[in-house]
Structures are given as C-alpha cells and as structure tokens.
DNA sequence: CTTAATTTTGTTAACGGTAACAAAGCCGGA
DNA sequence: TCCGGCTTTGTTACCGTTAACAAAATTAAG
C-alpha cells in the first residue's frame, strides 16, 4: 500500500480517508462513480438504486468516513428532526422526570432534542426562543404557562408546534399538559383544615421566581381562608428551594413566629425534608406536635422512616403523554389541545389528625 | 388602518406580516429597498451599513417577525455555535451541577449547547456522536473516558474539539477534565482502614452499569485487600442508584452477611442516604453499630443531623473550567490537554475511630 | 473642483445537500 | 425487432444565508 516514505503515506491517506470527516458526499460519489444524488439516496435509505450500488456506495461512505450534513439536509428539505426543550432547572428532579418521559417517544419518532435551562427567567426564554426558532425546529416545549408577551407573540406566529408543560390553561400558545397548581394548592389546605390544623405556616422562596408554587400557596391560602386563618401573614421565603432552604426558613418561622404553626407547608418536598431535619433537631416531634407538608412526591419518601405528606405529580407520564401529542402534531394529526393531569395527595406520617381546641 | 372587512384585514396582515415566521431575509430585504446583504450585515452586527439604514432595517425586520435562519447561516459560513453534551442522566445532581457550572461560560461565548442523556449506554452514545456530528457542532462534550471504539474513532477523524468530562485520563480523545475515581476510592478505602473498620461491606449497581463507580469499588477493594481484607466478598449491587436502592442492597446485606459488617460503602450519597435509613430502621446506630459511606457530597448532608462521610468532587468548577477550556480550544488558542481535579474526603458523623479488636 | 481614500452598498458564487423531473437501461410481449 | 412500462440513474434548480469581491457613494485632501 504506502511506499514506505512519509510522504508517499499521507498522500495515499489523503487519497482515500482525507481528514475523513469532512468528507462530503460529492467526494463518496466521485469514488464510487455514480451521482450525488446515487449517495443521497443511499444515505436516506430511500428506494430507488439497485443493491449492487447500494452496497458499494455504503461501504465507500464507511471508509471515507462520511457523514452527512443535516445543516445542508434540513436546509434543502425544509425538514427539521429537532425539538427545543425548555426547563427552568435541573436541579429539580422534577424536570429530570418529565425529560425521562419524554425521551423514548422522541428517539423512537427520529426527533432530537435540545435541552436548555432558563433558571426561571422569562428573559432567558425569550432569549431562548428566539435562538430556537433560527433552527427551525419540528417542535418546541415550554415549562408553564407564563411566558413574556413577545414570547407569546412569536411563538403563535412562528406556526412551530408549541407544547406548554407542567403548568395548565385552557388557552394555551399551541397544546398543554400539565397539572393545576392553583388546585393542588387548594386542594391539600383543604386536606389539612379537614384534619384540623388551624395554625399553618408556609416556606417557599421569593416571590415572582417560580410562579407555579406561588399558584399553590394561592390555593394554600385560600383553602385556610375557608375558615378564617391567614397562612400568608405567617410565611418565609428562603432563597432557594433546597433541603437547605427549607432548613433556614424553618428556623427562621420557629424563632419569630408569635404562636408556633401546628403545620408547616413547604413548596416542596426538598425543602419539606430540610424543615423536617430541624423540627427534630429542635426536638420538635413530627407529626405530634407539629406537621410537615411538601410538594410533588419526591423518592426520597420510598426510603424515609417517616413519610412526608404531599401531593403526588405525574411527571414521567406527562413527559411521554406531552411527547406523544407533540409527535403526532408534528406529523400532522389532530390532536388534543390541552390535558389537565390530576394530583393526589399522599396522606403520609408527617400529619395526623388534630382536635379541635 | 384595517378597512373594517375581514378580508382587507386579512390581506392588510398578509402584506406586512404575512405567516410571520417565514419571513426570509429577502422578504426583508425588497420591504426595506436594499439588498440582502445590507440585511444580513444589520442582522448579524457586522460593521459597514450606515444608521439610518441600520436602524431601519432594525425595524422592518421586526414587524415582519423575520428570524435569520441559522441553519443557512451555519451552512453558508461553516461556522458553528453548537455544543453538543452528553450525560450518562439527569437524575444524578452530579451531571445537573457540571452542566450548571458550564452554562455560563457557554452562554457568554454564544455558543448553544444540546444536551442529551445517553443512560450510561455505550451504543447510545455512539449513536449520538454520528447524530451530533452531522449537525457539524463546534465541539462535544461527552461524560467519562470510556467509549466504544467506532465512538473513539470517530471523534479523532472528526476533528472537532472534544471534551470528556467527570473521569479523568492521560490520553483523551481530545481534552479531558474530571476526577481519578480509582484513587478516589482508594483514598476512601485508605481512610476507613486507618479508622479501623475491617470488615466492609459495599451497596452499588450491577457491574457494567457505570464504569466511574466501578474504579471506585476497585479502589476501595485495593486499599481493604492491603490489610487483607476482601470487600468483595461482601457486596450487593442493587437495580438502581437511588435511596430505594441503597435500601434495599443493605437489607440484603444485614440479613444475610455472614458476619455483620462494621462499615457500609456505597456507590454515592443517595444510596449511602437509603442505606443508613435502613439501619436506623433496624435500630442499627450509625456510626456506634456501623459505619456509612458515600460519595459526592451531596447537599442532602447540609441538612442532615449526621452528616453522611464521603468524598467531595468539585462538580460545578469542573463543568465551568472544562467549559473554558473547549470554548479556548474552538477560538484556536492553545489548551491544556487533561486536568485532573482533586477530590476531598469529608469525615462525617457516620464514621469514628474504631478500636482495634 | 479633482482625485484619492474611505465608507457604504450590491453582485456573484458558493455552502452541502434534496425535490422534481428527465433520461437511460431493462424487461416482456406483440 | 420494436414498443410501452417499470426501474435505475442523472440533471437542474433551488433551500436561505454568507464570503469575497466589485461598484457606487461619500468624504477628505490638495
């Protein structure tokens, strides 16, 4: 094969691997003397070349190390395999969830996907957005349904399949799935007034940053203002919705608050965690003499001895039920416009029943 | 401005703002009466269209809701603003810390990032690279140094700039960042012997699964075997990495273990976490009864009244400096090759002194 | 007022593919 | 042998943008 001088080496390199991948599909036709549109073929797996051809034209493709360009293949066929994902965070495993869901169905329709954090800033998304909407993607996804108005504006103009998630509205830029946090909210005050808390506090973190938990402390506080108690004059904002945070706001309830809460509601279980850890601490018991309520079901609750009460969220089903309606969107069939997941409460050991006094 | 007719309506809308999202650069171009070029420049920020032009052009392009196509752009000027991350999960915090510390950096360099889970699936991750590599990105970022061989290949045919993050190598693909999980184990085993637990036990995940975990184990295993002990013999590999795994694999272990072990090694935090709940359970006081170990530093430890002994990784300043460094690498500068991070072992209290028996 | 230098604007040819259509090759039947 | 129909192969014209260069307009200098 090569001469044996240096030279006369790369040179037949250069004859047949190139700096490989760069090769393009001229250079695969050129060798395997056939057309471009011969390689293109191949490469696409459409019919139309006989399997003599085909087979010489792929082992040709292998050896030259060639991949083609789906800047150009998208380009030309006005086609996109892509679907911008947006989260606001990863940090909570929420998203992870929904994302796992999700990630089968994409795969199995050939969609790729672009995964990108906004850390709960509507600027970033619009950013985002704007950015995505230059690659002209298959299909996008939001978390939530709040969104900047030139967001709201491009998207509906743009005419890209938009799926808002996690979130729920009637009247979404394009389809929703999620779950009404306003109601989960609701729904577990009422849980608790039923069981007779009269006292609660709340920890979450600072207002306007997740608007998804300041719709569940809505609920929250509407549901113990069915009965005459005010759980917002008696809340902390921690900075962050960590075990930490959690821990921090608690402290600073159960140092401050005039009458101690017989129930701390938490934004989520994280946080909910790390109150618990400092109840105990303070030799608080929990359940007996204060309760512990979280958010969304966290795993950490298959493994602790004293289960934490929450509001249970379907994530991964979400994920792959939004992914599906997507797909199917994309591919042009009808599809339903918005699907409201329900959430149950999981009634676990951190609260009990409390007599009335 | 509208007649009042839906038709003239639609036919005013039609004019100026058409489908919107497909205005192209030549729609923008004839509205404006200038060439294209002049809109590309405007739209790109490059000098060389006066101000009155430019800020004409500005708003032109704005009413009609044009968005440049990057997939022309990237295809017409062969550059490239993407970068492309693949992570074995998103529900280790581990790969959501990395990608944290790395967005930043990746942000301000203008530079996308696509991030996809590969499910610690070396065939994935294969298929990935040929994916990615077809969008042409500006580099790639894959987790650990351990890749099939058409992957390796690949990439160093590819020519692009490659990072590998989270492991640690003398001879990556390209670069490399990360820790020396080997040691580290080692380094833990050592520490643990000094105490004096002789009799370990380990919970991880199925052996192939993630080859980071396994260097570990293989480091714990060497420094036990130097004072001849075999941690090997006592070990139990759960379905997952979770709380609930690391629950189960030790309740695996206290029940059938020959001899109880004075020290519990796990896989990470989490599973060290599920584990020492299942001791509690059993009344088993940690660390008086028995020791616990994880690895990660998780920060469920800030909270926790016994903070759980492990080795801290630098996560977030590994994804930040390994982003820095591939950012440096694509403008053309000269990079260091492979960085190797230091880990720091945390003594917690699920670990003491032991006396010698 | 010229002329040269500089800035602004426009033209042409890619970038690496694909769609749509045209041409060539192959087959069996008349 | 010739014809029509089917399969295989090739040609041409884009896809929406940018690089490189050319032309026109403006400014500065003499």
């Known amino acids: 094969m090569a001469s044996g001088t240096g030279w006369d080496q790369d040179r037949n390199m250069n004859e047949t691997e190139k700096k490989a991948g760069t090769a393009k599909i001229e250079d695969v036709a050129k060798e395997a003397s056939v057309s471009i549109m011969s390689v293109s073929r191949v490469m696409r797996g459409v019919e139309g070349v006989s399997a003599a051809k085909r087979s010489e034209i792929r082992r040709i493709a292998r050896r030259l190390g060639y991949s083609p360009s789906r800047v150009a293949g998208s380009l030309a066929a006005a086609n996109s395999t892509l679907i911008g994902i947006s989260v606001p965070t990863l940090f909570e495993a929420v998203f992870a969830e929904i994302l796992d869901g999700m ?7 050939g969609l790729q996907t672009i995964v ?14 704007e950015r995505m909407i230059s690659w002209n993607p298959a ?10 108005k030139t967001t709201m504006k491009r998207l509906r ?10 979130d729920h509205t009637e009247t979404p830029i394009d389809m929703c799935i999620g779950v009404n946090h306003l109601s989960a909210g ?32 809505e609920g929250l506080t509407k549901a113990f203002a069915e009965v005459g108690t005010n759980i917002r004059a008696n809340s902390r904002l921690a900075t962050a919705a960590s075990f930490e945070g959690g821990m921090v706001g608690t402290a600073d309830i159960l140092n401050n608050a005039d009458e101690q809460p017989d129930v701390l509601c938490f934004l ?25 309520v979280g958010f969304n ?18 994530r991964t089903l979400m994920g792959a039920t939004g992914a599906r309606m997507l797909v199917s969107k994309i591919s042009g069939a009808k599809t339903e416009q918005s699907i409201l997941m329900p959430v149950e409460i999981f009634a676990g050991d951190t609260t009990r029943k409390i007599e009335p006094t």
């Open 116 to 129: 990108e954090t906004t850390d709960y800033l509507e600027s970033f998304e619009e950013k985002w957005v």
């Open 186 to 217: 609701y729904d577990m005050g009422c849980h608790l007034v039923a069981l007779g808390y009269r006292n609660p506090a709340y920890v979450g973190v600072s207002l306007n940053r997740d608007p998804r938990a300041e719709d569940r402390f």
């Open 103 to 109: 990630r089968n169905i994409f795969n199995r329709a």
């Open 157 to 166: 103009n743009a005419g890209i399949p938009t799926l808002e998630i996690w």
């Open 268 to 292: 989520n279980d994280h946080m909910a965690f790390g109150g618990m850890m400092e109840c105990e601490r303070r030799t608080l018991r929990v359940p007996k003499n204060i309760g512990v």
């Open 297 to 314: 079901g966290l795993n950490i609750n298959e493994v602790l001895p004293k289960q934490i009460t929450t509001s249970v969220t379907p």
């Open 139 to 148: 299909g996008l996804i939001l978390s939530g349904v709040y969104h900047s």
